[in-house]
């Protein structure tokens, strides 16, 4: 065997020089693997959303200012609503995306494949799903998280509520607010106002029309069905089965379509609205309707148009000795790209946002929105603003079901409104066919 002859000083150098480097390389790789997805503290992350530029702005002040140990940079961008979808599917295309951008409750399989979810094994002591379930209402579960992992959060849940007109209710002599549709039922002669042609006057309520005057007349109907126990998806979960007329539900969907129908149908004693009566918002604000169903939302609008209007918010009637409380929830939450290079920093930025009830209370303040956390909502609960308390209680009994394509579903329920309205088929006809347009049948 031949011993390995000595080396030279020169070498020795060499050697050393090659084996710095080679550490060094290996050092610089693995501190990027542990800073993957930027850092939270010094990243610049670009937000999109609906809301107000002040209520994002106040808030990434308070999480970049001082003391906040973060010189993160953060540039939020308010898209037009009308807009929103199609610029951020744009981006998307071009590889222009933000960092973070809001998906809609409903919306989670339309846009799962671009979003990256909260990884698990870098929040799992701070936030994971049953933190989730503690801190926020049970419908953010259903809305927000597939295969177990969280896709976004909220910093509002906005629900439909019963706004009312005072002065209405006062003149008709009806003291007692409706609880259930029973009592709403009651209530629709002695606050509809009819000619002596037998047209409507003054409406009783916004109900039973199509998108044509009633904007949200879908979700009334998802209320509607959920709340008589309909069962919305079929085997599996992706499919609609809101039409099925057999099962365990037997006809509920069908039925709760019914009921909705009923008050836009002139044969009906309960028949009080109908789609050339224009937008249902614009006619309560101008006094011409005693009651719609709208989010919190919806209000700005009101008191825009009408800012003198003497009016309520209560909470939505119930079946008639139901034995839980349904309702129904729109609202966005905060996603990241997947194909962000400061995830971690965004994701570090959202769950800061969302919940810290001091950050909470700034987008509360700044938008006049409805809390989501839970804590929020039983401050709310108890702060003196009827309106606001009517709001943060119903989310914490509403329902959400799954949407294979929400604008899809939307638009199939409001063409078997219209079928029905103009007489085109009947309801049992109309539904079936809005639910095989969906399944693709």
Do not use: C
Not at 356 to 375: C, F, K, Q, V, W
Not at 379 to 393: K, N, R
């Amino acid at each position: 065997m031949q011993l390995p002859t000595k080396l030279t000083q020169r070498q020795i150098i060499i050697a050393g020089i090659v084996v710095f480097v080679v550490i060094g390389v290996l050092a610089l790789f693995i501190l990027n693997l542990r800073s993957g997805g930027g850092s939270a503290s010094t990243a610049t992350l670009v937000v999109w959303g609906t809301d107000s530029e002040k209520a994002f702005n106040d808030m990434i002040e308070k999480y970049t200012g001082p003391g906040s140990g973060t010189n993160a940079s953060i540039k939020y961008t308010q898209i037009d609503p009308s807009n929103y979808q199609s610029d951020v599917l744009s981006a998307l295309a071009a590889g222009d995306a933000p960092d973070i951008f809001e998906i809609g409750n409903h919306d989670l399989p339309q846009w799962r494949n671009v979003l990256l979810p909260m990884p698990p094994t870098i929040f799992a002591k701070t936030f994971n799903t049953a933190t989730l379930q503690t801190d926020f209402p049970d419908v953010v579960s259903q809305d927000f998280v597939s295969s177990g992992y969280i896709y976004a959060l909220p910093l509002s849940i906005d629900t439909l509520a019963m706004i009312y007109n005072k002065d209405l209710f006062n003149t008709a002599g009806i003291a007692t607010l409706p609880k259930t549709w029973t009592q709403f039922e009651n209530d629709v002669p002695l606050l509809r106002g009819v000619n002596a042609s037998g047209q409507i006057t003054q409406a009783a309520a916004a109900i039973g029309g199509s998108q044509a005057s009633i904007p949200d007349a879908p979700d009334l109907v998802y209320l509607l069905m959920l709340q008589n126990g309909t069962q919305m998806n079929g085997t599996g979960g992706s499919s609609v089965a809101f039409a099925n007329t057999s099962g365990g539900t037997g006809a509920a969907g069908v039925d709760a379509f019914n009921f909705y129908l009923s008050f836009a149908n002139a044969g009906s004693p309960y028949y009080t609205w109908a789609d050339s009566m224009g937008n249902a918002e614009n006619s309560f604000a101008g006094g011409k309707t005693a009651i719609i169903f709208g989010y919190s939302s919806d209000l700005a609008t009101i008191k825009s148009e009408s800012p003198f209007l003497n009016y309520g918010v209560a909470a939505m009637p119930q079946p008639d000795n139901a034995s839980d409380t349904v309702n129904y929830a729109s609202y966005n939450g905060l996603a990241v790209n997947k194909n962000s290079p400061n995830w971690l920093a965004a994701w570090n930025f959202i769950v800061s946002l969302t919940t810290n009830p001091a950050d909470e209370n700034i987008y509360m303040t700044d938008t006049g929105s409805p809390p989501a956390l839970r804590t929020s909502i039983s401050a709310a609960e108890i702060g003196g603003d009827p309106v606001m308390s009517v709001y943060a209680q119903q989310a914490l009994t509403a329902q959400s079901w799954y949407e294979s394509n929400s604008a899809k579903i939307a638009s199939a329920v409001n063409s078997a409104i219209l079928d029905v309205l103009n007489g085109s088929a009947d309801s049992t006809t109309a539904l079936n066919e809005a639910q095989s347009e969906v399944n693709g049948n």
